[in-house]
């Protein structure tokens, strides 16, 4: 079952072409990275996908919803409950313990009372944080953050989840770790990534490589 | 476990919900995180709020404190028949019993009169002698035990001077029942002896603390005068049929009235009246007062904005979890609402704290200007806290509205990095609005004033006039940034912080125009007020140098309302005026009466003409004759009369023009032959020969007279001998009365100087925020700085530079401001509001002083926040 479909997609930024074309697509569960140097497109192609910009031309259907008939509120919906970002450097919301950060999305969707409990402890035990659950995040390493983020974006049970450089910002031990946690998450649940990187040992969890170049998809590695 | 859960709600919770989670969760957290910026915020709001509430309510004590003495006794009044004139003869109250017939309608006749009560540390202070018939007063107060409750048949009430006071003229002044006092009425001292007290009654208006009742008899004894009454108060009992029989006594009593030449009118009409005549005085303090709540929604907007700024990373990311746009900007909204809540209430105590300390300014201030008034307590009402509370919030949700737009406007994380900076400030670049207002404001304040009921005037176009061209001119402000950042440059030379500085104020963002738009409101306001504080201080010394041209003044009692109605008989002054130290006298005798209901000072003149000296009047509309006896040789067939400027606006009557006068012996028609300025009143006078007023009012006594001394080096020894002669009049030497006049004009104005003060300080911590926000937009480029090797005193001094070129552009804009707000104030609003033309005076001293603490203040402002935010990481958010 396809999860992204993304077909023909073209963007161009003033006379600058930066995707030229893209095609692609994810299955259930299964994790893409995206490579290419800076300025081929990768954050433009990951940007489109989340919702957060419009392509100028082509098709992107998430779960078989076409994204070009959705509204600025569906898209946050979309960013919400099916589509979520792990970022490279965390984005916690420093005013919220552990145990809040994650929860946040959920209360946004007006889940509460032990649904709501439940939910977060799982996510918080799934990435091994159950002892720092009402830690502060400038209490936390890079590493303990980052897996903040990950129950963060799994706890509203999403199909995809888009990584941006999500080992961008941490030690290769940590990092290592990092990718572990999220290939077994991916496994358990099923969850399709789109992982943007630099990092050959990504793509280690990866099915699939990608290779975006000048705006366009080069090969399969 | 992917997908949709079904349980999940589609649209998430609703509005108030996601808004409320938002605000609990970030909002209220970083308030107590940054407790000291929260409480800043609070204090702020807090202040604007009490000093418009503060002036308000201090304003209304002042106004309100004395309305009529029924209405603190024995409930309001229903009608009230009173003379145009001033004076009702006691026959009048016959003939009216007598036309009411069989209606049960119980009438009260009143005569007041002022007097003046030495207080232990010498100050006087003006109270209200209230003559009523006590006897028909015991029919009233609650409890059934009459006004006094026990005292009321005390044998005690019928001595001579016996007097009532309320409970707080007891507790203010410490005087009680049993004890005697000394008072000054007219030209004589006379002893007041306490038979009771009026005890405090929840269920009624409070006793001002300044009136004294008397028995009538007993008044007219005091003041030696013919019996007469000021007004009758009528009511009629309460009941089933009252309302009918209320129709019923109206119609015999109007009737019976204007057969006598009365005038009858409700309590409400005569309050409407009072109010009206005061309401340019109101709306000017109002104004004022509103100045301290504008500054403060520009600092709250600077905050806010500072905050979106601070916290931009954290809304970008919870765009990128789902949260929508208009959430975000709910959310802003709700935090400005709970800012603005907590404000109002801590500036609803503090305002009710700062009215206590104003109203004896204001009532000074209504003494000189209008009318003998009396404070009351000042009292805090729901309608009141209402209105503040209204106010405040409205004032923070206005200020909140861009900051929450903003960061509506932020993208969600991923796009942050490419997104293009919209911000909500885009609009103060556009400066074809900005002229477009200040082309409107030009051709507001040709819009003619709004003439109220009793003559009162608002000057709607003058207002309009000053918020266009204050807005306008501060929206303009930013087309100053490239020749400051030219100036800097040129100033700094070679000095690479001086030159980032500049560098950024040559191409400025939003947060940049916002700042200096604030900052040149705050400081063309000041300005503003200053010039015309200035202007009308060089004014009135002008008009006092040539006015006061006598060597002493000498009045009865020492109060110094404009509406005294004190008198000095004739055996007095003719001894004072035939004394053999005094070469000639300028004689005045002022008669208060009304004219389609506009109260008008009738004086009677007798100017001196022994001597070269003589009183001599400033000319706004010069007459074809001048002179000591000018009025005498200008008669014809009219008699001849001078009006003053007030009076020239109220009624549109000038040079030429005729003009009708109540008097006890019935109309009198006068020709009006000159205008003169006259900065001591608002209220219309009308000169003229005292030979004529003396005939039609029936007196020989007078109000007041300027002494000319054969040695006038000797005035002080006369002064002090007059005194000593004659305890109970105000004798007073020029000097020490151009003294007094510029005494009580600071202190009119010294509310002012305090709301100039507050706007400055408030605008400075609106330049540090504005800085910190500043700072914090520029965390990459800090990073960079340090990077290569700037130190973070060098950071804060480039802040400072930057600070110091946001305050020169707010300073030259504010300036622009004030010189257009300073046109608008005193060559529209005075002389449409009070009727007055003002000089306008520059007060050079003034503006250098405010230029240089602007600029030191805002250097050293921008240096500490520069220090404090050198240290910026940009990968952390704050």
């Known amino acids: ?221 | 476990m992917t997908g949709t859960d079904s349980n999940d709600a589609a649209d998430g919770p609703g509005m108030l919900r996601s808004a409320g989670l938002l605000w609990v969760r970030f909002i209220w957290r970083h308030w107590l995180r940054e407790w000291k910026l929260t409480t800043l915020l609070v204090g702020v709001l807090a202040l604007g709020v009490a000093v418009f509430l503060g002036v308000r309510l201090g304003n209304k004590a002042a106004l309100t404190g004395f309305g009529f003495f029924t209405e603190s006794i024995a409930g309001e009044s229903d009608f009230i028949i009173r003379s145009e004139t001033g004076t009702i003869p006691v026959a009048a109250l016959g003939k009216l019993r007598q036309a009411a017939g069989a209606l049960p309608v119980s009438f009260f006749a009143v005569k007041e009169r002022s007097a003046t009560f030495e207080l232990k540390d010498g100050e006087k202070i003006s109270l209200r002698l209230v003559g009523a018939d006590w006897v028909a007063l015991q029919n009233y107060g609650s409890g059934g035990g009459g006004i006094l409750g026990s005292g009321d048949n005390d044998p005690r009430l019928g001595e001579s001077g016996a007097v009532i006071i309320g409970e707080s003229f007891e507790q203010t002044h410490g005087i009680s029942e049993g004890d005697r006092f000394k008072v000054y009425c007219d030209d004589r001292e006379v002893e007041l002896n306490v038979v009771g007290i009026i005890p405090d009654d929840p269920l009624r208006p409070e006793v001002p603390a300044n009136l004294v009742l008397i028995d009538l008899p007993g008044l007219w004894a005091l003041v030696e005068s013919e019996p007469s009454l000021s007004r009758i108060e009528c009511q009629l009992p309460s009941g089933s049929l009252r309302d009918e029989l209320k129709r019923a006594a109206e119609l015999k009593l109007r009737e019976s009235a204007e057969a006598l030449n009365l005038v009858m009118e409700t309590p409400q009409d005569r309050k409407t009246s009072v109010t009206e005549m005061s309401r340019a005085f109101r709306l000017n303090l109002t104004i004022l007062s509103g100045l301290a709540l504008l500054v403060g929604i520009y600092l709250i907007l600077q905050a806010l904005e500072a905050t979106v700024v601070k916290r931009r990373s954290e809304i970008a990311t919870l765009r990128s979890l789902g949260v929508t746009p208009r959430q975000i900007q709910q959310a802003w909204l709700l935090e400005s609402l709970v800012l603005g809540i907590v404000g109002s209430l801590v500036g609803i105590l503090l305002g009710r704290l700062l009215a206590v300390g104003l109203v004896g300014a204001i009532s000074q201030t209504v003494n000189t200007l209008y009318y003998e008034t009396t404070t009351a307590s000042v009292s805090l009402s729901v309608g009141e806290i209402a209105f503040a509370l209204f106010y405040g919030i409205l004032s923070s949700l206005i200020a909140g509205w861009i900051p929450a737009r903003e960061a509506a406007l932020t993208p969600p994380a991923q796009g942050l990095r490419s997104a293009t900076r919209v911000g909500g400030l885009a609009f103060l670049g556009k400066y074809p609005i900005a002229l477009l207002m200040l082309g409107l404001g030009i051709a507001a304040a040709w819009i003619p004033p709004l003439v109220g009921q009793s003559g009162s005037r608002f000057a709607v176009g003058g207002y309009a006039s000053a918020i266009l061209l204050v807005v306008g001119a501060s929206l303009l402000i930013g087309v100053l940034f490239p020749a400051v950042a030219r100036l800097l440059r040129a100033f700094g030379g070679k000095r690479v912080v001086i030159s980032y500085a500049a560098s950024q104020l040559a191409r400025p963002s939003g947060r940049h125009r916002l700042t200096a738009a604030g900052l040149s409101v705050a400081i063309g306001m000041s300005a503003a007020m200053g010039i015309l504080v200035a202007s009308f201080e060089y004014t009135l010394t002008s008009w006092i140098g040539q006015l006061l041209r006598a060597d002493a003044y000498v009045a009865s009692g020492g109060n110094p309302s404009i509406s005294n109605d004190g008198i000095i008989r004739e055996q007095t002054w003719q001894a004072i005026a035939s004394s053999p130290e005094v070469e000639g006298v300028d004689i005045l005798r002022s008669y208060l009466v009304e004219v389609d209901g506009v109260r008008v000072f009738v004086g009677g003149t007798d100017l001196n003409s022994d001597s070269a000296r003589y009183l001599e009047l400033v000319w706004e509309e010069t007459p074809d004759e001048i002179g000591p006896d000018a009025l005498e040789r200008l008669s014809g067939d009219l008699v001849a009369a001078f009006v003053n400027e007030p009076f020239f606006r109220r009624f549109g009557l000038g040079k030429s023009d005729t003009f009708t006068i109540p008097t006890p012996q019935g109309d009198e028609t006068v020709s009006i032959e000159g205008v003169y300025a006259d900065y001591g009143t608002e209220t219309g006078t009308i000169l003229l020969s005292r030979k004529h007023t003396s005939a039609w009012f029936g007196d020989n006594d007078v109000s007041n007279l300027s002494i000319y001394l054969k040695d006038p080096d000797s005035v002080d020894e006369w002064v002090s001998k007059l005194g000593q002669n004659f305890p109970a009049l105000s004798v007073q030497s020029n000097r020490r009365l151009r003294e007094e006049s510029i005494r009580i004009f600071h202190q009119t104005f010294a509310v002012t100087y305090a709301l100039e003060a507050i706007a400055v300080i408030i605008a400075m911590a609106g330049l540090g925020m504005a800085l910190a926000g500043l700072l914090i937009e520029r965390r990459r480029q800090l990073a960079t700085l340090k990077a290569i090797g700037t130190t973070r005193a060098q950071i804060a001094t480039m802040a400072m530079w930057e600070g110091v070129g946001l305050t020169l552009v707010g300073l030259i804009g504010g300036y622009f401001v004030s010189l257009a707000l300073g046109w608008v104030l005193i060559d529209v609003i005075n002389p449409q509001s009070f009727g007055w033309t003002l000089q306008y005076y520059w007060p050079l001293r003034l503006f250098i002083f405010l230029g240089i603490a602007a600029l030191a203040i805002g250097g050293i402002v921008s240096w500490v926040v520069g220090y404090r935010f050198a240290n910026l990481r940009s990968d952390r958010t704050e």
Do not use: W
């Open chain 1, 1 to 221: 079952m396809k999860v992204l479909q993304v077909s023909n997609l073209t963007k161009t930024y003033g006379e600058m072409p930066v995707l030229k074309g893209v095609s692609l697509a994810l299955e259930e569960g299964e994790r893409v990275a995206l490579m290419g140097p800076s300025g081929s497109g990768k954050s433009t192609l990951l940007n489109c996908v989340g919702g957060i910009d419009r392509p100028d031309e082509g098709q992107i259907q998430v779960g078989g919803d076409d994204l070009g008939g959705l509204g600025e509120e569906a898209l946050c919906r979309l960013r919400r409950d099916r589509v979520t970002t792990v970022f490279q450097f965390f984005h916690l919301l420093p005013t919220l313990s552990v145990a809040e950060n994650v929860a946040f999305p959920l209360q946004l969707k007006g889940v509460s009372g032990a649904e709501l409990q439940d939910r977060v402890d799982q996510a918080i035990t799934e990435v091994s944080l159950k002892h720092r659950i009402d830690a502060m995040p400038d209490e936390l390493s890079g590493g303990e953050m980052q897996r903040v983020a990950i129950a963060r974006a799994l706890v509203g049970r999403p199909s995809l989840i888009l990584a941006d450089e999500p080992t961008g910002n941490l030690d290769s031990q940590t990092g290592e770790t990092i990718l572990d946690l999220m290939e077994s998450l991916s496994d358990q649940h099923r969850i399709a990534m789109l992982l943007v990187t630099h990092s050959p040992s990504v793509a280690r969890i990866c099915t699939r490589t990608l290779l975006l170049r000048d705006g366009s998809l080069d090969s399969a590695a």
